[in-house]
């Protein structure tokens, strides 16, 4: 029902950035909020940001000050922009939406590596 594809990673050095996108198929007005999570190697995922229908961002404390969650309604995508990286954020980002109201649940996309090289 829905299709979420995630661009943006990559390979970058400690302080630097990574501007990562999450495209959905649908109407983001019809996602109850859109989130990025993140799983570091042999790590459990964790919730990184989120945003909702009103634009209200929220932030895990291990990146306050440095992400920034953004959306594009037009272009039915959610940006995750990520200042002074460090190796600690290694992980694989992936976008999720809670598409409760509309679609009876959430989605996921297939994941996005990013490598911050110290």
């Known amino acids: 029902q829905v299709q979420l594809v995630e661009a943006g990673g990559g390979l970058v050095q400690a302080g630097g950035s990574l501007r990562l996108s999450c495209s959905a198929s649908?109407?983001?007005?019809?996602?109850?909020?859109m989130s990025w999570f993140r799983q570091p190697p042999g790590k459990e995922r964790e919730s990184v940001a989120q945003i909702t229908n009103s634009n209200r961002p929220q932030y895990a404390d291990a990146v306050k000050g440095r992400f920034v969650i953004s959306r594009n309604n037009t272009a039915n995508t959610v940006y995750l922009q990520m200042n002074n990286l460090s190796p600690e954020d290694t992980a694989v980002y992936s976008c999720?939406?809670?598409?409760?109201?509309?679609?009876?649940?959430?989605?996921w996309g297939q994941g996005t590596q990013v490598t911050v090289s110290s």
């Open positions: 649908r109407n983001i007005f019809t996602f109850d909020s």
């Open positions: 999720t939406v809670d598409g409760s109201t509309f679609y009876g649940g959430d989605f």
